[in-house]
DNA sequence: ACCATTAGGTGGTCAGACCAGTATGGAATT
DNA sequence: AATTCCATACTGGTCTGACCACCTAATGGT
């Protein structure tokens, strides 16, 4: 009945152990051994879990002393997908399409959620320039309110930041947008959006 | 000198030796006793890495068969960072927005760049009664053409039916879309969306 | 009080064994 | 000649036990 593979269920296994004792970044998780142990299983098979766990950037081992939990979006994740996906044209553009699309959605719903603090930090940030469209868009994911999507974004984010240069738009455009958040316009916001940003939403395939 | 952890170090190997040989979906890998081998390491590091790629959804293993190169992308990596994420009510809450807002894009996606084809796959999804949503919005993502927002979507889309009970909706929203999609016309495919799955995109938190 | 030593714990790695599947080729059958 | 069937070799999956390098903390002597 249960053909699953060993390191699978240990991978869950470890989730739940993560969940119920409410293990917080920088927390320790039991050794191996003792993991291998109260799970009934091989070392090895433990081991091969957090490795996936480790290249997922959601745990972090250190030689002698143990295994923690780190902050997630880690880089190693980062580097080594983008290092697949250099190798994949399509991908590629994908990638910059759905990061495009999801900062769209994330202005949008920036509109109808934003609290006038939020709008004081995108001010403070514009006006240090040279302007930096990360901590930009940071602020605004943050204030869409979807923490969930926000991951997404970040996630897109690093990996796109990991084989190409950074956007680099006019002032003017941080202004316009500015403009139109204030108002909560959504509809003003994603015209200045599509018409500094344009994505070709045209191809065929 | 050497610090480096075997396991990475076996990782970069890998990479290499698939780039190197230009291997592409759905290749074969070299066995891991052979990879442990020509590498000059215990099979368990091998192991390891593999499992890293694995979890990363880039390769996919087959007991007595072999390990194979598989589409590029995320979906393993979608899964399990959400796994990690969605513990709290609020996460669920984030979820139904984000597969919702999701959904919208797939929807406009589909509207340019569609061919007549994917609208005779639809109409025969509809015909099918009940209808199911799962698969009608199957064959509209992946018409979208844009295979990482194709698998974004599927991971919230698995991850939603874990917590939610299938949307069922009338026969008339799908007549109705499939109208708009047929006209390409994504303005009223989306406000035909709007109108028969309402999002309450309004909450201040 | 201080510092050096030491013992035990931890991750990292390897080798070997065995299990459970799959593929393959040759023998037996038709 | 074509087909079926089965032994065998190969693949991934798992466990065990051993050893290393490293860190920590307790120990013990100064």
């Not at 009945?1 to 060993?6: G, I, L, P, T």
């Not at 514009?126 to 970040?154: C, H, M, S």
Request: hydrophobic share 45%; charged share 30%; aromatic share 8%.
């Amino acid at each position: 009945m249960n053909d699953e593979k060993v390191y699978a269920e240990t991978l869950k296994h470890i989730h739940r152990l993560i969940v119920q004792d409410g293990l917080a970044p920088g927390d320790k998780l039991p050794s191996e051994r003792e993991l291998a142990e109260r799970l009934g299983v091989g070392r090895s098979s433990v081991r091969e879990a957090l490795r996936a766990l480790e290249f997922l950037g959601l745990i972090e081992t250190r030689r002698g002393e143990g295994t923690y939990m780190c902050e997630i979006g880690s880089h190693q994740l980062v580097d080594l997908l983008a290092m697949f996906l250099l190798e994949n044209e399509r991908a590629k553009a994908d990638l910059a399409e759905t990061k495009w699309l999801v900062e769209r959605l994330l202005l949008e719903l920036f509109c109808q959620r934003q609290g006038e603090e939020a709008i004081g930090r995108l001010e403070k940030t514009v006006r240090q320039k040279p302007i930096d469209f990360e901590r930009f868009f940071q602020t605004i994911a943050e204030a869409a309110g979807n923490y969930l999507l926000v991951r997404i974004w970040r996630a897109l984010s690093a990996f796109a930041a990991a084989f190409a240069p950074k956007p680099s738009l006019a002032d003017s455009f941080y202004d316009q947008l500015l403009a139109a958040l204030k108002k909560r316009d959504s509809a003003e916001a994603i015209a200045v959006w599509e018409a500094h940003r344009p994505w070709p939403l045209s191809k065929k395939s």
